[in-house]
């Protein structure tokens, strides 16, 4: 006999999870032939010694499960560009996880420390991933708009946001979409709120080579007092362009990091093991010139993206890092953000993210997002279509 219940059914939460729209949008750039720079990859060179220890390492057979928190000599690089870099101590037999990609960091975390309900804050414009992750595990994000176009955060917004159930605040700087690096200021405001309601600090720090005009990223869990409570996530996927190779971290208080990295293991076991020798080499020899000569060819890409939409009249919000830019597109035809992008690639060939993607309560449908992180050819070509040069 059958049951009278449904139960060959989605998860209640599964039709709210919904399928980025910037994966529609490349396949719809593909079908046109059109430049794409709606999706966050960027397809410049892999540094040669990443590459040769990588190659190396699966010929040397490491090819098989490595520890759970990470090899070693990927741990003990990261704590050291951390001291180095980020004026971040952590200890790596206890205080690093290698995950799998800054996403498998965050899942792993949000899976370790909240419980279904507990409520996250996190700032709008917001990564998809962000919110949807916080959504997979039952978790309540609570968005707090920044400011359109200067994206300044509302302290008082952010306080008024704060209630019993509120577990975490997540802070995304160098911010994608908006590109937004937060200022000191603004990290001690939040760090004093997350102290005095103590709220854990999830951080994704994955943009922080890339700042411009002298912005300056800090790492909130250097703040006084912020270590025991942050969670900082970053990793390589941007910095040495591996995005499809999965090596990322978190930094966290041992207190948290063995429970975190249980869950990573049950859901990734490890990082890739030939990749995570790849991204210790690129770690330890890459000199600091390799990270700045980094944010200064990103800045000229970024200057170049900018004058061009700036030409089409598509007004952009010029960000001081990460490689996205959000671009007032109020000219361009459609009713919404959709619709505006989808005419953008049907009369220009040049494909970007509608903004409502990034923002809740329909906000957003005068925003594209577009993407730098191309190669100078590519970026030239989607340059010359804006400007209606080809
Ligand atoms: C803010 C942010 N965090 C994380 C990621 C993904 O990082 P990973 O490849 O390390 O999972 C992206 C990729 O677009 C991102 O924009």
């Known amino acids: 006999m059958r049951a009278t219940v449904e139960k060959l059914?989605?998860?209640?939460?599964?039709?709210?999870?919904?399928?980025?729209?910037?994966?529609?949008?490349?396949?719809?750039?593909?079908?046109?032939?059109?430049?794409?720079?709606?999706?966050?990859?960027?397809?410049?060179?892999?540094?040669?010694?990443?590459?040769?220890?990588?190659?190396?390492?699966?010929?040397?057979?490491?090819?098989?499960?490595?520890?759970?928190?990470?090899?070693?000599?990927?741990?003990?690089?990261?704590?050291?560009?951390?001291?180095?870099?980020?004026?971040?101590?952590?200890?790596?037999?206890?205080?690093?996880?290698?995950?799998?990609?800054?996403?498998?960091?965050?899942?792993?975390?949000?899976?370790?420390?909240?419980?279904?309900?507990?409520?996250?804050?996190?700032?709008?414009?917001?990564?998809?991933?962000?919110?949807n992750t916080l959504m997979s595990v039952r978790a309540v994000p609570v968005a707090v708009p920044m400011a359109m176009h200067t994206w300044e955060i509302d302290l008082d917004a952010l306080r008024a946001a704060i209630t019993p159930r509120t577990k975490a605040i997540l802070v995304n700087s160098p911010s994608n979409p908006c590109g937004k690096v937060f200022t000191l200021a603004e990290l001690e405001a939040i760090a004093a709120l997350a102290e005095e309601h103590d709220l854990f600090l999830f951080t994704d720090e994955i943009y922080e080579y890339f700042v411009y005009d002298g912005a300056k990223?800090?790492?909130?869990?250097?703040?006084?007092?912020?270590?025991?409570?942050?969670i900082t996530i970053s990793g390589l996927s941007k910095t040495f362009s591996i995005t499809g190779w999965r090596i990322g971290y978190l930094i966290a208080d041992r207190r948290w990091l063995g429970s975190i990295a249980y869950f990573h293991d049950l859901t990734y076991v490890c990082s890739p093991s030939p990749f995570q020798y790849g991204a210790a080499a690129g770690l330890m020899e890459l000199p600091d010139s390799f990270y700045t000569s980094m944010a200064t060819e990103y800045q000229a890409k970024r200057d170049q993206m900018c004058s061009a939409l700036t030409a089409a009249g598509l007004t952009p919000s010029v960000p001081p890092g990460a490689y996205y830019v959000l671009a007032d597109v109020s000219s361009l035809p459609g009713a919404t953000a959709k619709e505006k992008a989808r005419n953008l690639l049907r009369d220009k060939k040049v494909a970007g993210v509608a903004g409502t993607a990034f923002f809740t309560g329909g906000r957003g449908e005068n925003l594209l997002r577009f993407c730098f992180a191309k190669r100078d050819e590519d970026l030239k070509k989607a340059c010359d279509l804006l400007r209606g040069k080809i």
Request: charged share 20%; aromatic share 4%; proline share 7%.
């Open 9 to 131: 059914s989605l998860s209640e939460i599964s039709p709210k999870i919904m399928q980025s729209e910037i994966r529609s949008m490349t396949v719809e750039c593909d079908r046109v032939g059109g430049v794409n720079l709606a999706q966050g990859v960027c397809d410049t060179e892999v540094p040669e010694p990443v590459v040769e220890a990588a190659i190396r390492a699966i010929h040397d057979g490491n090819n098989i499960y490595t520890r759970l928190d990470g090899i070693t000599p990927l741990r003990q690089a990261i704590s050291q560009k951390l001291e180095r870099h980020n004026g971040m101590k952590a200890d790596p037999d206890g205080e690093v996880l290698v995950a799998s990609g800054a996403t498998g960091a965050l899942y792993a975390a949000c899976l370790a420390l909240l419980d279904p309900g507990d409520e996250v804050i996190l700032f709008e414009p917001f990564y998809g991933y962000h919110l």
């Open 217 to 230: 990223h800090i790492s909130p869990a250097t703040l006084p007092g912020m270590a025991e409570r942050t």
